[in-house]
């Protein structure tokens, strides 16, 4: 499964994870990664967080809160 289909198949369930802010695709095309926003680092939220998504590595960026302006 590509990287695109297996964020597209879970972004739900991640964003309705409180603290998280968004989700997305980093790292590279031969090394992508699940990329999950959140407000706040710690071990709190990280906890809550899955390592991997079908396969894919999650990386956490500390983002604080995101709005639309």
């Known amino acids: 499964m590509k ?3 297996a964020l597209e198949k879970h972004q739900a369930r991640l964003m309705s994870i409180p603290g998280v802010e968004g989700v997305g695709i980093g790292g590279s095309d ?3 990664v699940i990329v999950v926003m959140v407000r706040r680092g710690g071990t709190d939220i990280r906890k809550k967080l899955p390592a ?3 396969g ?11 709005t639309a302006r």
């Open 30 to 32: 031969d090394s992508p």
């Open 56 to 66: 894919y590595p999650v990386k956490v960026e500390v983002t604080g809160e995101i």
């Open 52 to 54: 991997r998504v079908e």
């Open 3 to 5: 990287a695109e289909a």
